[in-house]
């Protein structure tokens, strides 16, 4: 039996939006250097505040809707291998740790945002089509990132 399959199932509806946004900074960057993970951090904290400026946006207006929102963060869609991960995780993880730390920073105002307003990324290993023509504001770690998309 390995250990994933030890550690009770969460479902994210009932974590709270720090737990929420350490799960995804996990999924999505847990391979990056602090940087890196906190850029990614900053992305989902500059989706919130875009939406906010707005009074809404369809990605959502808080940090549970935006990392949740389906077909946005990889690491939550149904068929990502690293979802079941995020629902059983090893709170002992040292990446996950990291995460944690980062994202209790996040979401009270003391994290610096180091990609000038980004509000996507991607790696260099993939060419999304919303990608194409537009000009990069940073690259940190394995990821591109970019704002005024769309």
Known sequence: MTDLM????????????AEILAR???GEARGEDLAGIEAVASVI???????????????G???RSVCLKPGQFSCWN???????KLLAIN????????CKRIAKRAVTGALADQTDGATHYHTHAV???W????????EIGHHIFYKNIG
């Open 6 to 17: 030890t550690r009770p199932i969460v479902e994210p509806e009932t974590l709270p939006d």
């Open 24 to 26: 995804t900074l996990y």
């Open 45 to 59: 904290l500059n989706r919130v505040a875009f939406a906010r400026k707005r009074g809404r946006y369809w990605w």
């Open 61 to 63: 207006n808080d940090i």
């Open 78 to 84: 149904a068929n990502d291998p690293n979802r079941k």
């Open 91 to 98: 709170p002992r993880d040292p990446a996950y740790r990291l």
């Open 127 to 129: 060419d999304p089509y």
């Open 131 to 138: 990608a194409r023509g537009q000009v990069p504001v940073a």
